[in-house]
């Protein structure tokens, strides 16, 4: 009886090891449509399941909150994320960084409805894609570099796809998203942002080395889409420059530094550059 107990808790852990879901929380991700974000869910899903020796089920969070309650629970072990997400979080291995237009960065930039200078927007609304509640850093921060607190009025928006749309709308004045998008007309890019990491392929809770390897393995030879290509080798240096950023930097006064010329003749002038003998006689104690 004991044996047959046994047995069975060994194939139910056997398949719960074999069965995977796939999360995927990259709201910056320029997907066309909600069905374009469940469509490559599922398929990268299924191949990562596969892969695995199992079967693998996609699955789309459109909430922070909700990415973060399903991972705690143990729902979720692999996930496709946001790299400005993973940067205020942790307990995750990066797997794989994804490609978009075969590279594992994309640029940024500011756009806006009847503006061309910055300088314009002042004290206007500007939507970020939603990144768990650090959207003011980012787009002050990393992407701006420092710009005082109250320049913008920033703002989280669901995805790209509906910052762009609130702007071609005139339902917000700005939006920071990706470069390489289509734009509505009327609106135009007004700054060219520096670039960070696409979403990377994390793993939550622990792998064998032998699922590690076939997840890798399995995310080399995936073919996506136009928005997630493919993957490449990454590491959380990628995160991690943009964890280092998420803080105002400290700006400081010039240091000045004076001039100083220091010439031989300088240091020994009226200096004796001689050794003066000493009488032995001195040395000689008289009786």
Not at 157 to 167: F, G, L, Q, R, Y
Request: overall charge positive; proline content about 5%.
């Amino acid at each position: 009886m004991r044996a047959a107990i046994v047995v069975l808790l060994l194939c139910a852990s056997t398949a719960r090891a074999d069965n995977v879901t796939v999360g995927l929380f990259a709201p910056s991700a320029p997907f066309p449509s909600t069905s374009a974000r469940v469509e490559l869910a599922t398929r990268l899903g299924e191949h990562i399941g596969k892969a695995l020796g199992g079967t693998g089920t996609g699955r789309v969070y459109a909430r922070a909150g909700d990415f973060a309650a399903a991972v705690k629970k143990g729902e979720v072990t692999v996930a496709l994320v946001d790299a400005t997400y993973l940067a205020s979080t942790g307990n995750y291995t990066v797997l794989a960084a994804s490609t978009r237009k075969g590279d594992v960065t994309q640029g940024w930039q500011l756009i806006a409805r009847g503006a061309k200078k910055v300088a314009e927007l002042r004290g206007k609304r500007v939507l970020v894609p939603a990144n768990g509640g650090k959207e003011s850093d980012f787009a002050l921060n990393v992407l701006l570099g420092g710009v005082e607190r109250d320049f913008f009025r920033v703002a989280a928006a669901p995805d790209t796809v509906s910052a762009i749309a609130a702007v071609g709308f005139g339902k917000a004045d700005a939006a920071i998203v990706p470069t390489g998008v289509e734009l509505p007309q009327g609106t135009a890019q007004v700054l060219a942002l520096p670039s960070i990491s696409t979403p990377l392929l994390v793993g939550y809770g622990g792998f064998t080395p032998q699922q590690r390897a076939a997840i890798i393995a399995a995310a080399g030879n995936f073919k996506g889409d136009a928005t997630v290509a493919s993957f490449r080798a990454g590491d959380a240096e990628a995160v991690k420059s943009i964890a280092r950023r998420f803080g105002a930097p400290v700006k400081r006064g010039p240091l000045v530094v004076p001039s100083v010329r220091l010439v031989v003749g300088d240091l020994v002038e009226g200096r004796k550059l001689s050794i003066e003998r000493t009488p032995a006689t001195t040395f000689a104690i008289s009786r």
